[in-house]
């Protein structure tokens, strides 16, 4: 068992709950903020000094690509063949003979009008059930114990590794250690709670990290999975294919017959451009 963080007052736990308010984020709020250091950890949160910004502007720029409407239009200019019409927020109007939708479930579903909106769609938006985690990173000046890089929790869902152990994320003596609990599809996360739990485990792993903490970021309610495969559902196979209407397609860890997570993204990619050469 996991002891719970002892305070030694009322005041200071208050303290530390308005603490954890602060710091904890929703995930596009974070990703927006981009962290942006000056000391030597920003190899890992930034490439350069230049990639906060332009990683900044090309995730809002996302974001406002993403908030559209698909409708079917009728035929591209000169062509018989149907185009779909993209009617972007700042209600510019963009038309494709093909498009390729990489979201999420719920993403993909909220682009469509209910009038235009493929049944496949509204299937799995019903019915997908999101595995989640809550993260917790921590970058060190140096690790205090050098011997303990990985754990896995036997009475808790928690995850322990040191990542900079096996790639090049931190500078020469410093450490950066990934700490998570599964939350699964059901359980919402909790971060008055979560956070004193990841650090309670790190505690117990690496004992002082605290006194050579450089940056720790919080990222409580991460996706690991779009959509838990079930028997009940068909396993990989009652998975939606990437085509689902004349000249669109769908991919994602939640498509195809192949693959879970980052390797089913990258297989349903694959078969989507495999179907629009072949038509």
């Not at 927006?32 to 910004?53: C, I, M, P, V, W």
């Not at 008055?192 to 739990?197: A, G, I, L, Y």
Request: aromatic share 6%.
């Amino acid at each position: 068992m996991i002891s719970k963080t002892r305070y030694n007052n009322e005041e200071e736990q208050r303290q530390q709950e308005e603490s954890d308010e602060e710091e904890y984020q929703t995930d596009n709020q974070y990703e927006q903020d981009r962290l942006t250091d000056d000391n030597a950890y920003s190899e890992y949160f930034e490439d350069d000094e230049n990639k906060g910004d332009r990683f900044t502007e090309d995730y809002n720029e996302d974001l406002r690509l993403a908030n559209c409407i698909l409708c079917e239009t009728g035929q591209v200019s000169g062509s018989t063949e149907k185009c779909i019409e993209k009617l972007l927020d700042n209600k510019t109007e963009v038309s494709a003979k093909i498009v390729v939708i990489a979201a999420g479930p719920m993403d993909a579903y909220s682009l469509f009008d209910d009038n235009d909106r493929p049944d496949v769609l509204s299937k799995i938006a019903k019915e997908a059930k999101p595995i989640r985690l809550v993260c917790l990173d921590v970058a060190l000046s140096s690790l205090p114990d050098k011997d303990t890089l990985f754990a896995l929790g036997v009475d808790h869902p928690l995850y322990f590794s040191v990542h900079s152990a096996y790639a090049k994320l931190a500078p020469k003596g410093g450490a950066l250690i990934h700490v998570a609990k599964y939350l699964g599809t059901s359980i919402q996360p909790k971060p008055r709670e979560d956070q004193p739990e990841l650090e309670a485990f790190l505690d117990l792993l690496q004992p002082g990290w605290r006194q050579v903490l450089v940056k720790k970021r919080p990222l409580p309610n991460m996706v690991v999975s779009n959509a838990l495969v079930t028997a009940a559902d068909g396993g990989l196979s009652g998975r939606p294919n990437p085509r689902i209407a004349e000249n669109l397609y769908i991919v994602g860890d939640w498509v195809g017959k192949e693959g879970l997570v980052s390797n089913a993204a990258v297989a349903s990619a694959k078969n989507a451009a495999q179907q629009i050469l072949n038509e």
